[in-house]
């Protein structure tokens, strides 16, 4: 069993996450000022089944509700004071108490930490690929599948693989 004094197996990457998250923020404002110089005024903002556009949205309107989106959400994820404030019984997260007990409240929240911010930077990532979308979607007048389907799937495969690191890190030794 480690003890503070001890480093762990497999420390969290905590520094690396918020490299990413910020990387992936900064990306995101790229496709931002892109889309707002390379869309028409007004953009499709809803397709029917059959890949036509059926609703309109200015694209001032829309990059007003996602770059607070785009940015805010993956900003606020990032805080850490903002964690390291919460009471310990409202953090949920696999072996809690085997952590707390054992007075590694820190990694444990190093662990949450490494957890929220690579799913910052995803989120971040994934609104930046809907703006891509949306741009697409301008441009051709029709939206096919792929184009929505292959972000959706990395951004789901990627936050599961973030989840499951979450797991095992916070798995206590045998």
């Known amino acids: 069993m480690p003890s503070p004094a001890q480093p762990h197996r497999n420390p969290p990457s905590e520094r690396a996450a918020l490299v990413f998250a910020i990387a992936s923020i900064l990306v995101f404002l790229g496709f931002s000022v892109w889309f707002w110089v390379q869309t028409p005024e007004n953009v499709a903002t809803h397709f029917d089944s059959g890949g ?3 609703d309109w949205t200015s694209k001032a309107g ?3 509700i996602f770059v607070p989106l785009g940015v805010g959400l993956p900003a606020l994820l990032s ?3 903002l964690y390291e404030k919460l009471p310990a019984s409202l953090i949920n997260a696999p ?3 085997y952590w707390l007990e054992r007075g590694e409240k820190t990694y444990l929240v ?6 929220l911010r690579i799913t910052a930077g995803l989120t971040a990532l ?3 690929a809907i703006l891509v979308i949306i741009a697409e979607g301008a441009r051709s007048a029709t939206m096919s599948e792929w184009l929505t389907f292959v972000p959706t ?3 789901l495969i990627a936050t599961g693989l973030a989840v499951w ?3 095992r890190k916070l798995t206590p030794p045998r």
């Open 165 to 167: 690191r979450f797991y």
């Open 110 to 115: 190093d662990c949450l930490m490494e957890l």
């Open 126 to 128: 994934l609104v930046a």
């Open 153 to 155: 799937v990395i951004f």
């Open 52 to 54: 036509q556009p059926d």
């Open 95 to 97: 072996h809690k108490e």
């Open 79 to 81: 805080i850490r004071p």
């Open 62 to 64: 829309l990059l007003w």
